[in-house]
């Protein structure tokens, strides 16, 4: 029987088991693409040991962005999971984010949807 991929959501919504900062420790084609992106205009700035991250709940120490603004409003400030948790949501901070990009534009619906089937 295979098991089934269980994703791991981000608490603005991204699926981090998709995310090649997530992926790249355990996954070298994730880790080239990144690296190879990275570094495109600096070759050499990141090392391949720099790039991880645990995810939003995870060690802060190993997130890829530990100074996020959406992490720390939902976690650090609410002790929330997921920010389709909040009572403010969607935030114009939010809302703002996720128009910067189709990418976080997912991850925005897939919160509404999250929030919608509670």
Same mark, same amino acid.
């Given at each position: 029987m295979v098991k089934e991929r269980e994703d791991i959501i981000a608490v603005c919504g991204l699926n981090c088991s998709e995310c090649d900062v997530y992926r790249a420790p355990s996954d070298p084609d994730a880790m080239k693409r990144l690296l190879d992106w990275l570094?495109?205009? !600096?070759? =050499? !700035?990141?090392?391949?040991?720099?790039? !991880?991250? =645990?995810?939003? $709940?995870?060690?802060?120490?190993?997130?890829? /962005? =530990?100074?996020?603004?959406?992490?720390?409003?939902?976690?650090?400030? !609410? /002790? $929330?999971k997921s920010c389709s948790q909040c009572d403010e949501f969607a935030c114009d901070r939010l809302t703002k984010w996720a128009s910067g990009s189709k990418l976080y534009t997912q991850a925005l619906e897939r919160l509404w949807s999250m929030k919608n089937s509670r």
């Open positions: 570094n495109k205009d !600096r070759p =050499g !700035r990141v090392k391949p040991e720099q790039v !991880r991250c =645990g995810g939003c $709940l995870g060690d802060r120490e190993t997130h890829w /962005s =530990g100074d996020c603004h959406i992490l720390r409003c939902a976690v650090d400030d !609410r /002790s $929330l």
